[in-house]
Every structure is written in C-alpha cells, then in structure tokens.
C-alpha cells in the first residue's frame, strides 16, 4: 500500500519538477511581456535532444550539457529578437499563433536534422536503484530534484538581491513605471527569453534519461508546463513551482489509482476545475480592470 | 455599406457556381470542398474571435464530437445519419452551454488555457475509447443519404457545401448587422462600457460560443461523411490552431477573411508537400511571417492599403 504510493509519489515529484522548469520559464516570458511562449515545450525537447547528440558525438558529459543549454537559450533569443520585439502590443491571438509558428520550425528543424527515432541518454550516476520504504528511486530522480532545488533557490536570489532581478520584477509590475526609472525593458525581454529557454532546455536534459526523447516530445510538456503556470497563477514564481509538483503528482497518481490510458488528460481536467472556482489560479493576483 | 458587403456574396456566390467548370480533375475538387468545409468552420470561428473577442483553442474538438456522432450512431446503433447529425449537434450545443458560463469569467491566456484543456480532454477521450471510436485509427463512416438519394459522388457534395457556404456568408453578413452582432463589437471594443450601456456580456459570449460550436460540430459530421472515415486527428491541438490560424491569417472580424484564411490555409499544406521533410519548417516560418508583416491579417491589411474598408 504505502510502498505503492511513495512509487507513484516519486515518479509524480520528479516529472512535476520538469513541469515546474517549464513553468517558470513560461513565467519569466508572461511576466517579462504578457506572451504565452507556445514554444516553451520544444526548448525542453531541444535541450534532451541536443544533449543525445553532443554525447554521442564524444564531448564529455558536463561539456555537452552547458552546449544543450546554451543552444537553446541561443533561439530563445532569436525567437525574442526576431519573431516577439517587433510586434510588441499586439494581441494574444497574434503572439499565440507567432510562438507556434516558431514550435513548428524548432520541430521540424530538429525532425530534419536528427530524425524522428526516440533517444535515450545514460543516467549521470548509474542506474542503480534506491531502496525506500519498499519504493524504488531512481538516482536520477535526485538529480531532477536537486538541480531543480537548486534553480528554485538560485532564482530567488537573483529576483531578490539582485539589481537585473529586481530590473525584470519591476518590468513585470509596470513596464511603464520601469521604463521611466531607467529599466531597460527590451534588455528585460532579451534576457527573459534566454533564461526561460535555459530552464527548459535544462528540465529536458535531467529528465531524458527517465522518458527518453524525441523531435516530438515537446508538444505535451510544453502544454503541461503551461497548465502548472496557470494552475499557479501565471506570473507567479512560486506558483508554478508549487503548480508544476502538483500536475506532476496528480498525474502519476491518478495514472496509477485511476487509468494510466486518461494519464495525459489529468492536468487538463485539473485545470477546468481549478479555473472554474479560481479563475486566477491558486496564487493569481487579484486584478482590477481600469475603464 | 449594406449593398457593398451583399455584393461580396454575389461574388461568392459567383465563383462557386461557376468553378466546377475550371476544376481541371477530382484532386482539385476535393481540395474545394475541403476549403469550403474549413471556410464555414472559420466563419463561425472568427465571430468568436474575431468579433466578440474571445479565445478558443479547442475547436477541433467540437468537430470531433459531430464527427464521431455521425461515424458512431449509424455504425453501432443503427441511427438515420440525419438525426446522427442533429444529435452531434445538439450534444456539442449542450456541452458548450454547459461549459461556456464558468469558462466565459475568463479572460486572454486563461481564456485559451481553458478551451485548449477542453479540445484536449475531448481529443484523448476519442483516442481512448477505442470500442466505440476505433481509438487512434479511427473508423470508417456509413454513406449520408436522404428520401432515398445518396450522396456519393464529389459532384453532390460539392454543391451540399457550396449552398452551405453561400448560406453561412449570408448569415454572418446579417448577423454582424444584427443588435446582436453590434452587441459582440461592443463587448469586443469594451466589455465594462458595453455592459454599462445594457449589453448582457456573459449572456452574449456564451450564445456566439455555442453557435460558433455547433458550426463546428455540424461541419464535422459532414467531413466525416465526405471523407468516409474519422480518425481522432481531426479533433487534436494542432487542428484547433488550425483554424485558428485560418481566422487570423485571413483578417479578424472580416467575413472575406474567413474565406481567404481557410483557402490558404487549406490549399498550403499540398503546396508544401512538394518540399519533402521541410513541409513543418515551412508552414511554421510562413505563420511567423505572416503574423509579424500582417498582424491584422490579409484581408482587412489589404483593404485598409486600398483604402476601401469592409
């Protein structure tokens, strides 16, 4: 009984944290200029698969997974420079359909250049697996969840103590107010964007060598990510953390009590009910409409 | 303003009268009907967000809901396609009442969250159910007939969608006109002064999003019935951006947008299957190219640069 349980606990905890990247890095972007990145999930993709690809081409593991981040965060910017400044203000059907534009061409991209195969990458310290409670953990489990920990921490220090922090957490309250303090607020977006991509591209890498990847394995994470963002209240940090681990676990509880064949429907139906009693998420802001 | 846009119809009208004379072969039949299909869908679509405002990233899956109504209820329980149809309908109506009260207190990206949750619960229950809906390899879908005439030939479901198209442009065009329709624009420009004036804003998303659901739904049941097989792709995410992309590559809140969106967007994918593996990377390029140089969208773009608006 128990055991079962903690074995659908850690499964849900560790893909919950891959959410809970994905979130925030759909937080960064919501907070940095009201866009939902559509494209957020194929970061995720990108990060796996381009790790896949650096190891098999012979770098060394840490060599190749600082170039699986930096890439990604690489086309973040582009996507930021390219697609997102120049129609700044325009309106949310619009920036929708210009970040599937740009999933789509990540996708394709990546189904041209590596395939469709699914690919696997070797977890960073064995595959030994850890005894608890009559449970089993998988070592990179801990290292989803400690890399996580530490990117949750990092993060809060940075919007907190720091003054580029501080700078986007400004833009986020009033980018006007921000602007005439002297924020650079396109630096703002710029750096958003690179940021949440890294964090994506980072989830993926630590969570490949748990569910394997392939060009297409974006599309559903990257949805995910954006249920735990709302689930918590979009531009919220600590939402989508919480938000993140919430689908995560739900999800593999309700694939292990209720049907493993309605797993990926889960988050969705979490998200109807939770919108329908608190239209802002759990920790959404209360806003008031000026006329 | 009135005789101009009736004199759109007429053009419509015109051309899909006078196009099976042009059509070279049955490829390019079947790729009309398909346009006109997607086109009355859009129309219906772009009175939501184009003209009232509101988001919906999940309307694949009221056509998937018609669709299967019309693949499932004649195959398994023997019912006339007809009636198959109208319950398709009525179940998407029903569905979309029920849902569109608590979805419509929300706003923009939850908005899109919500109806995205929706299309998407709807498509995994069709992949899911395989004893009724074949699961992800669909099923195929009895013949549509009435008073004893079957409609089997290109030909005959090409003048079904034609009229039904013709009647659709119709409709929208006296709808825009309509209190009603004055009322979405209103709501659209401001939600708190339309309900300042009067405007019942809820009362008002909930009626176009049913409407514009049952579109979908009876548009599906006919796909299914042309296409003589459904399969759950029909009703998945990226056909909902679909058409989304339909309404505002075309123009928002332009009934000849519809047109030309679900045209273009109907005919690219074959043009792009010449580019063999590329085809995503294009389409997807060609959706950010568009929205950046045409946020507005082609028609209502082109209009205002000719100075002539709708």
Known sequence: MLAQFLQFLFSGVTVGATYALAALGFTLIYNASNVINFAQGEFIMLGGMLAVFFVQSGLPLPAALVLAILVPAVVGVLIEKLAIEPVKGAETVTLIIITIGASLVIRGLTAVIFGKGTHSLPAFSGDEPIQILGATLMPQSLWVLGVTAIVVVVLWYFFNRTLSGKAMLATSYNRVAAELVGINTNGVLFMSFAMSAALGALGGILVTPITLTSYDAGIMMGLKGFVAAVLGGLGNGLGAVVGGLLVGILESMGAGYLSSAYKDAIPFVLILFILFFMPRGLFGARVTDRV | ?310
């Open chain 2, 1 to 310: 303003m009135q005789k101009r846009a009736y004199f759109g119809l007429y053009i419509v009208i015109a051309i899909l009268a006078l196009l099976p004379l042009v059509l070279p072969n049955s490829f390019y039949m079947d790729l009309a009907i398909r346009m006109a299909i997607n086109a009355v869908i859009v129309l219906g679509l772009n009175l939501l967000i184009g003209f009232a405002g509101q988001i919906s990233l999940g309307h694949a899956g009221f056509l998937g809901i018609g669709a299967y109504a019309s693949a499932v209820l004649p195959t398994h329980f023997g019912w006339h396609p007809l009636l198959a149809m109208g319950a398709g309908a009525a179940a998407t109506g029903l569905l979309a009442a029920l849902v569109a009260r608590p979805i419509f207190k929300l706003k923009g990206n939850y908005l899109a969250m919500a109806t995205l949750g929706l299309g998407i619960i709807l498509n995994i229950a069709l992949r899911n159910e395989a004893q009724w809906t074949g699961g992800p390899d669909g099923m195929p879908v009895p013949a549509f007939g009435l008073f004893g005439f079957e409609l089997n030939s290109d030909k005959h479901w090409y003048w079904v969608v034609a009229i039904l198209l013709s009647v659709s442009v119709w409709a929208s065009l006296n709808l825009i006109d309509s209190p009603f329709g004055r009322a979405l624009r209103a709501l659209h420009g401001s939600e708190v002064a339309s309900r300042v004036v009067g405007v019942d804003v809820v009362r008002y998303k909930v009626a176009i999003f049913v409407l514009s659901a049952v579109f979908a739904s009876l548009m599906g049941s006919i796909t299914a019935h042309y296409v003589g097989f459904v399969t759950p792709n029909l009703a998945d995410f990226f056909h909902s951006i679909e058409l989304v992309t339909m309404v505002v590559i075309g123009g928002m809140a332009s009934v000849y947008g519809s047109l030309v969106g679900a045209v273009l967007l109907t005919a690219l994918p074959q043009a792009l299957a010449t580019f063999e593996g590329w085809e995503t990377v294009v389409f997807g390029a060609i959706l950010m190219i568009c929205m950046i140089f045409l946020p507005k969208g082609l028609v209502p773009t082109l209009a205002a640069k000719f100075g002539k608006g709708e």
